[in-house]
Nanobody, 121 residues
């Protein structure tokens, strides 16, 4: 089994910062790309940022320059540093990871259960 557990969400005023963490555990051989998604009430889930195993990053336009994604491969953990937060960043934030569980296994996508970020104006 593989689990992804997010942490670091909370309530913050506009202009503030939060750092989200997502730790993967279980039967893991290798982790390929990892990413952060978010879903606001009444809206579809959207990609916020992603990072490959080679540390190539990608961001949605609305968070560029404010959010930074990073990973610690020794800890199987991905982070999302969020600065200059805006009320429109309010959402449930999920992490996902493309994980290979064995040397000859195919990769699978796993999701965490989410952590809530609320930005007040």
């Amino acid at each position: 089994q593989v689990q992804l557990v997010e942490s670091g969400g909370g309530l913050v005023q506009a202009g503030g910062s939060l750092r989200l963490s997502c730790a993967a555990s279980g039967n893991i051989f290798k982790i390929n790309a990892m990413g952060w998604y978010r879903q606001a009430p009444g809206k579809q889930r959207e990609l916020v940022a992603s990072i490959t195993s080679a540390d190539i990053t990608r961001y949605r336009d609305s968070v560029k320059g404010r959010f930074t994604i990073s990973r610690d491969n020794a800890k199987n953990t991905v982070y999302l540093q969020m600065n200059s937060l805006k009320p429109e960043d309010t959402a449930l934030y999920y992490c996902n990871a493309d994980i290979i569980r064995g040397r000859w296994a195919e990769s699978e996508i796993y999701w965490g259960k989410g952590t809530l970020v609320t930005v007040s104006s």
